[in-house]
């Protein structure tokens, strides 16, 4: 699961879909079916076709070698291909030998992309426009994952990489229940109460020690403070949103300076962990688990686990930590933001694979087959009577799920129902799951956005955030905010990049 992302700029650039069987067609409704390779011809028929090698690449860890991976296996009978997947665990790798391909002009069949990879092969001409083919022979995968994310893989209106389906939330604010009780708190609602509980876990000996060794708030860097943002009416610092009727980026948004106000008064009261713009990693989980901490912005995969419950108990058998609501504000009570177009993962196929027809029907029955009924449960949970048994209208996990199907993501070319996913992986933290991906949440839209030709978001990335700890810390006075943003506008390119992206979201329909 991913941990806390740090301050930025929120610019999407994530690293790097078969009709069904006849038989199970009926089962989705979503697309036409597919006769996925005949592999039991009638008596007197000719032979079946010898099977259609498929290259797949992509970035990614954990594929297991062909004659142990199962999903492979089941694919290849149900499709009737040979299909080669080639997984390399760092994108750096991953980049590097991709290059590799392109050089010699030759791409696997399939390859996944991230927004820059995206835009730059469109370019120079190697992607094949998908848009042609979204209505009919790719119909499962664009019912699968939904309109409004199939934009995600537009340049120019145009459809180039399939993108996977949406996520949900996982962060949430979590409080240590046992501190609220001892000190006879409740969890805060307001912007005043988060201040008062944060102060009392930071003044009051919380855990009962006799000594004055805990702190309030922690978390990882600036991103500790997204909740508060929203609880402004604003987005996290860059993010483009609409608030009313217009799109807009959350800099110039006036509800910024005064979010940065507050956020500036609880550090300067002395709630804040210390060391959070050291906190790297899952430094701040540490400490939650150690006991240090009494709020934590975090996911909930990284407190809420069996094995992080186990080692918070052992710690101290009373302690419980639990998700509480973002505090009101004037803006509103948003757990902050979501990015409604950013992709986890997208994939593309190579413009040359347009003259071998029969190819690429077979990439296109491949991304259907892992978007409709058998095979999306195959490439989630793995299969059915050994890894998950239906009960009902439910899917229960087996214990050699996790044990022999932890790699099955990597097959999820389309993606998955995340929610329906996540309460059959991780059926004891149902509750929690719910309770992140419900929360009332700003929704952002810089992920369908491409950067434009002379902006570089890495400089203005890291001028924003050491701005923003500038403020937030008091080394730099807030009335000088105007200042900040001019620099952004001029050294930055930024108001190219706002122009731009307010230009494109206007025509995906946002806005207008």
């Not at 259609?52 to 009978?77: H, N, T, W, Y």
């Not at 997984?87 to 991230?114: C, E, H, K, M």
Request: charged residues 25%; contains cysteine; neutral net charge.
């Amino acid at each position: 699961m991913k941990t806390e992302k740090r301050l930025t700029l929120a610019v999407s650039s994530v690293a790097i879909a078969a009709a069904v069987l006849a038989g199970c067609g009926s089962d989705s409704g979503k697309g036409q079916a597919a006769d996925p390779g005949g592999a039991n011809p009638a008596p007197g028929a000719s032979e079946p076709a010898k099977p259609v090698r498929l290259e797949v690449m992509q970035s990614a860890s954990g594929l297991p070698s062909p004659d142990k991976d199962f999903v492979k296996q089941a694919i290849d009978k149900a499709l009737n291909i040979d299909l080669a997947m080639t997984a390399y665990g760092s994108a750096d790798d991953y980049q590097s030998q991709l290059n590799v391909r392109l050089s010699s002009g030759n791409l696997p069949d399939l390859f996944g992309v991230n927004k820059v990879q995206m835009q730059q092969y469109q370019k120079q001409n190697l992607l094949l426009d998908l848009t042609p083919y979204m209505d009919k022979e790719l119909k499962a995968v664009k019912d699968f994952i939904g309109a409004d994310t199939v934009k995600k893989g537009t340049v120019d209106g145009k459809v180039y990489a399939i993108p996977k389906a949406p996520g949900i939330p996982y962060s949430t604010y979590w409080i240590r229940k046992d501190w609220l009780e001892a000190l006879k708190l409740k969890a805060p609602t307001t912007l005043e109460e988060l201040m008062t509980v944060a102060k009392a876990f930071t003044e009051n000996d919380p855990d009962g020690n006799g000594k004055k060794d805990t702190i309030g708030i922690t978390g990882g860097s600036l991103s500790t403070f997204a909740p508060l943002y929203g609880a402004f009416g604003t987005a996290n610092p860059g993010e483009f949103f609409v608030k009313d009727g217009k799109v807009i980026n959350s800099l110039y948004d006036p509800a910024m300076k005064d979010a940065l106000a507050y956020i500036k008064g609880l550090i300067s009261a002395g709630v804040v962990d210390p060391e959070i713009m050291a906190n790297t990693g899952l430094q701040h989980q540490e400490k939650a688990i150690k006991g240090q901490a009494g709020i934590i912005f975090i996911d909930w995969a990284n407190i809420a686990k069996d094995q992080f419950v186990e080692q918070i108990k052992k710690v101290n058998p009373k302690a419980e930590w639990v998700q509480f609501s973002s505090p009101k504000g004037p803006g509103g009570q948003y757990d902050n933001s979501y990015d409604i177009g950013n992709a986890g993962a997208m994939f593309a196929i190579p413009k040359s694979l347009e003259k071998d027809k029969a190819k690429l029907q077979k990439i296109f029955d491949l991304l259907n087959y892992v978007s409709t009924k058998e095979g999306s449960r195959l490439v989630q949970f793995g299969l059915e009577g050994k890894h998950y048994n239906v009960q009902g209208d439910k899917l229960v996990a087996t214990e050699l799920m996790g044990k022999e199907a932890g790699y099955t993501w990597l097959y999820q070319f389309t993606g998955r129902p995340e929610k329906e996913y996540l309460k059959v992986k991780f059926a004891g933290q149902a509750d929690v799951i719910e309770f992140a991906s419900s929360r009332p949440r700003l929704q952002v839209l810089n992920g369908f956005i491409n950067l434009p030709d002379g902006y570089t978001p890495t400089d203005a990335n890291r001028y924003l955030e050491e701005e923003f700890v500038k403020f937030v810390y008091n080394k730099r006075p807030l009335t000088e905010y105007d200042a900040f943003l001019k620099t952004m506008e001029t050294t930055m390119n930024y108001k190219l990049y706002v122009d731009s992206a307010v230009k494109q979201l206007n025509a995906l329909g946002y806005g207008k």
